[in-house]
């Protein structure tokens, strides 16, 4: 009987605990200078809208963007990897979030540069900026514009 019982109570716990584990937030791996300010502005940003973030300090952020194959024209400050996607610069959460919904044929998003105004360069101005879908082979497209305020 005190075998039944326990069954009874642990596994309506475990059953919860699985199905809180598979909704979890989906982690965000950040490639850094251990020096950038702006970037951990930006991992803050994305805690703040829900994602898991691991955070890597290295010597070479280049060796990071070649490995995951970011365009020389895109490349910005930090390098970040999520659920099989690259995500270069200070892209935005949302739209962080409207890619892992949305599940493009990509290899991911970038903000090249380092944008007034964007997550974790918020100032006094605010630039235009766009977040750019790119591809294996370099292709690029607009995912979204932010225009200046």
């Given at each position: 009987m005190?075998?039944?019982?326990?069954?009874?109570?642990?596994?309506?716990l475990?059953?919860?605990?699985f199905?809180?584990?598979q909704?979890a937030?989906?982690?965000?791996?950040?490639?850094?200078?251990?020096?950038?300010?702006?970037?951990?502005?930006?991992?803050?940003?994305?805690?703040?809208?829900?994602?898991?973030?691991?955070?890597?300090?290295?010597?070479?952020?280049?060796?990071?963007?070649?490995?995951?194959?970011?365009?020389?024209?895109?490349?910005?400050?930090?390098?970040?990897?999520?659920?099989?996607?690259?995500?270069?610069?200070?892209?935005?959460?949302?739209e962080?979030?409207?890619?892992?919904?949305?599940?493009?044929?990509?290899?991911?998003?970038?903000?090249?540069?380092?944008?007034?105004?964007?997550?974790?360069?918020?100032?006094?101005?605010?630039?235009?900026?766009?977040?750019?879908?790119?591809?294996?082979?370099?292709?690029?497209?607009?995912?979204?514009?932010?225009?200046?305020r």
């Amino acid at each position: 009987m005190r075998i039944r019982t326990a069954l009874y109570t642990i596994l309506p716990l475990a059953l919860i605990l699985f199905l809180e584990v598979q909704g979890a937030s989906p982690t965000v791996v950040v490639y850094k200078d251990p020096n950038c300010g702006c970037c951990n502005l930006w991992v803050e940003h994305l805690r703040a809208n829900g994602f898991q973030v691991t955070v890597n300090e290295v010597d070479n952020i280049g060796d990071y963007k070649r490995k995951y194959g970011v365009p020389e024209a895109l490349r910005s400050c930090h390098t970040a990897t999520v659920n099989g996607y690259t995500i270069e610069g200070h892209v935005p959460a949302a739209e962080i979030h409207r890619l892992l919904k949305e599940h493009p044929n990509a290899k991911g998003l970038a903000v090249p540069g380092m944008p007034m105004g964007s997550p974790g360069m918020e100032g006094a101005r605010v630039d235009n900026y766009s977040v750019l879908l790119f591809k294996t082979n370099g292709q690029t497209s607009v995912y979204r514009d932010y225009p200046a305020r």
